[in-house]
Nanobody, 120 residues
Framework: QVQLVESGGGLVQAGGSLRLSCAAS??????????MGWFRQAPGKEREFVAA????????YYADSVKGRFTISRDNAKSTVYLQMYSLKPEDTAVYYC???????????WGQGTQVTVSS
């Protein structure tokens, strides 16, 4: 098991920025957290993929809705993945979840989530 703890959420005005962090701990991260990703779930909607990153940071994936505005990165020495969010929109309001797994699309460990609210 890999434990994931998100932080950095909050209330921001449209056009503002936030940086989310996800600290991982537990089993060998190079195996169980080869890929780490961010997902979000808005009220009344299904959880959706936001961004993901491979172990070396060379492979990154983004949802079309956040491309050019969000940047995912990771610091393996700190066992932490980040999501830098710029030009936030009200439609970015959601609970953001961190996930980890052996491959992109294979996420077996999830954090508890952090609320991001963007006011218009």
């Amino acid at each position: 098991q890999v434990q994931l703890v998100e932080s950095g959420g909050g209330l921001v005005q449209a056009g503002g920025s936030l940086r989310l962090s996800c600290a991982a701990s537990g089993r060998t991260l190079s195996s169980y957290a080869m890929f780490m990703g961010w997902f979000r779930q808005a009220p009344g909607k299904e959880r959706e993929f936001v961004a993901a990153i491979g172990w070396s940071g060379g492979s990154t994936y983004y949802a079309d809705s956040v491309k050019g505005r969000f940047t995912i990165s990771r610091d393996n020495a700190k066992s932490t993945v980040y999501l830098q969010m710029y030009s936030l929109k009200p439609e970015d309001t959601a609970v953001y979840y961190c996930a980890a797994g052996p491959g992109h699309g294979s996420y077996y460990n999830w954090g508890q989530g952090t609320q991001v609210t963007v006011s218009s």
